[in-house]
């Protein structure tokens, strides 16, 4: 009887720390669930907030670009091809902007090519250009003409220096209608991608600046 008792005992002791360590496991994992839960909507939530503000940075970066190009193509001086005025009205802007601007022009429909800028390539800012240089046959001319409107050309080699770049393009019209040439916004993808690790990211993250492909 005694041994029985015993084993009992033992049975409801063993019983017992079971439903214990159940019970304890149960809550240590409902716990972990509840903070990994937690957690991943923290980052998700996180996440989501770098990416609409780096977002935000980059299309405003983008869209002061487009405002300056449609701005310059609207210029009387542009339009009517003022040589005397043209390199002055483009070098003030790219010096206004020069951490990630290169240069501004002006293709024309015959071929002429008028374009100031600032660093390598340029003499007195003016663009060292091939003596066979034709606008017309440049990557950036022809998707412009493509387009119809503004857009940004792919990134291509430019012909004044072995970089590779982008450029922010717009055709240009004259009032009556007259097609004139092509505008062109250059920025070197290095000066891009400074500016964009300029971008103040919290967590130690960071942002990667792609097209399509």
Request: with cysteine; glycine share 6%; hydrophobic share 45%.
């Amino acid at each position: 009887m005694v041994r029985t008792a015993k084993s009992i005992k033992s049975q409801l002791i063993i019983s017992i720390v079971v439903t214990t360590i159940i019970f304890l496991g149960t809550m240590l994992l409902t716990g972990f669930n509840l903070m990994k839960n937690y957690s991943l909507t923290n980052a998700q939530e996180l996440a989501a907030t770098v990416l609409n503000d780096t977002d935000n940075n980059i299309n405003q970066f983008f869209s002061e670009i487009e405002n300056l190009a449609r701005s310059l193509a609207s210029y009387k001086v542009v339009y009517r091809i003022d040589e005397n005025h043209l390199k002055d009205l483009f070098l003030a802007n790219v010096m206004a902007r020069k951490e990630y601007m290169r240069a501004i022009y002006l293709g024309t429909k015959e071929g002429r090519m008028f374009e100031c800028g600032y660093g390598e390539g340029f003499l007195d800012n003016t663009a060292v250009l091939p003596e066979d240089y034709d606008p017309r046959i440049r990557p950036w001319y022809k998707e412009a003409v493509a387009a119809g409107d503004y857009t940004i050309a792919r990134p291509y080699i430019y012909a004044s220096i072995k970089a590779l770049g982008i450029t922010a393009v717009i055709p240009v019209y004259h009032p009556d209608g007259e097609f004139v040439g092509i505008l062109g916004i250059d920025i070197l993808l290095d000066s891009l991608t400074n500016l964009i690790e300029e971008l103040k990211i919290q967590k130690q993250g960071k942002a990667i600046l792609i097209n399509e492909k």
